[in-house]
């Protein structure tokens, strides 16, 4: 007899998994089976071992120190992006999260955390602006002293909602405020998972609702995008598509090309030049990642 689950954590060949009728139960698995990741749907024999993991509608991942794509969660309905002004983002972390989402075709919501303290007017704040132009979800939260998440507990209401982003801007305190009982969950989760098991490489998920996960990711110092060529990099702007439709070249990069219509765009505002500064960045970074 079959059962199915949700992975909760997977890390090394082993995981976790919420069986749909009854408790968390650790699981290995074999090689010969693709690799499951927090937020699959599984099939575990009546022994808790891996028959199958069923086909995932996305992943989410990051570049590791090869420049290789590594996957860190699956399934996903949002990718939400937690930024505060203290330990400020580098200059292009927000817009790699938002290719490394758009990529996937992974909606993606900014939340800046720590509204108590003033935010900056210059460096990657200053971009915020376009982005809400753009059109994307754009959220301040504070949990101190007070905690104020405003519309964030409305907007992870349904669905598989990834939390991600720089250690240190708070994740951990949204994540308390957004569960309440999170340290007996937490708690729960090491007892299946065993002492001294390093998991910390591994994304969690929560489930809060009969129709909504939150899964926490560990904290990085710097989110990472992976060796791709320039069309799949091209998806994760994708307000360029329709000028990029009228490009000289099929195979233009929007840099210095005769007959650019992105540059243009950008020159005349029709598109941010903040997301222009960045597309070049991005690309200038692709050719390290390549080698
Ligand atoms: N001023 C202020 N500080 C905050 C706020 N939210 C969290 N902090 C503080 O920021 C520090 C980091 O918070 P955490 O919640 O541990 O951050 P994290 O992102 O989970 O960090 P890692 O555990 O390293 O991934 C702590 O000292 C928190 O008290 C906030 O809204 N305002
Ligand atoms: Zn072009």
Redesign the pocket.
């Known amino acids: 007899m079959s059962q199915a689950g949700l992975v909760v954590r997977a890390w090394a060949n082993r995981g976790i998994a919420q069986l749909d009728q009854g408790p968390l139960v650790p699981f290995h698995f074999p090689r010969r089976l693709i690799r499951p990741l927090p937020g699959d749907r599984i099939m575990l024999d009546a022994q808790d071992s891996l028959i199958e993991v069923l086909p995932r509608k996305n992943e989410f991942g990051r570049g590791d120190a090869r420049g290789r794509f590594r996957a860190v969660a699956a399934n996903l309905d949002r990718a939400v992006i937690v930024i505060a002004p203290e330990p400020a983002p580098s200059p292009d972390l927000i817009h790699r999260y938002l290719a490394g989402a758009a990529i996937h075709g992974i909606e993606a919501l900014v939340v800046v955390?720590?509204?108590?303290?003033a935010l900056p007017e210059t460096g990657p704040f200053a971009d915020l602006k376009d982005l809400d132009a753009l059109g994307y979800r754009i959220v301040h939260t504070?949990?101190?002293p007070a905690a104020d998440l405003a519309e964030l507990p409305d907007l992870l209401g349904t669905g598989a909602s990834l939390l991600t982003?720089q250690?240190?801007?708070?994740?951990?305190?949204l994540l308390n405020a957004l569960i309440p009982d999170l340290d007996e969950r937490t708690g729960a989760l090491s007892q299946v998972t065993g002492k001294g098991t390093h998991t910390t490489t591994t994304a969690t998920v929560y489930p809060v609702s009969e129709n909504a996960v939150i899964i926490d990711t560990p904290?990085v110092w710097e989110y990472s995008l992976w060796a791709m060529p320039p069309a799949e990099l091209q998806r994760g702007f994708p307000e360029f598509a329709p000028h990029a439709a009228r490009c000289r070249f099929r195979d233009c990069r929007h840099d210095s090309e005769p007959g650019c219509a992105v540059r243009v765009a950008a020159e005349n505002g029709e598109i941010p030049a903040s997301r222009h500064a960045a597309w070049l960045r991005l690309l200038a970074e692709q050719r390290r990642l390549q080698r």
């Not at 955390?113 to 303290?117: G, I």
């Not at 250690?167 to 305190?173: N, R």
């Open positions: 955390n720590k509204a108590d303290l504070r949990c101190k982003g250690s240190g801007v708070g994740k951990t305190s904290g």
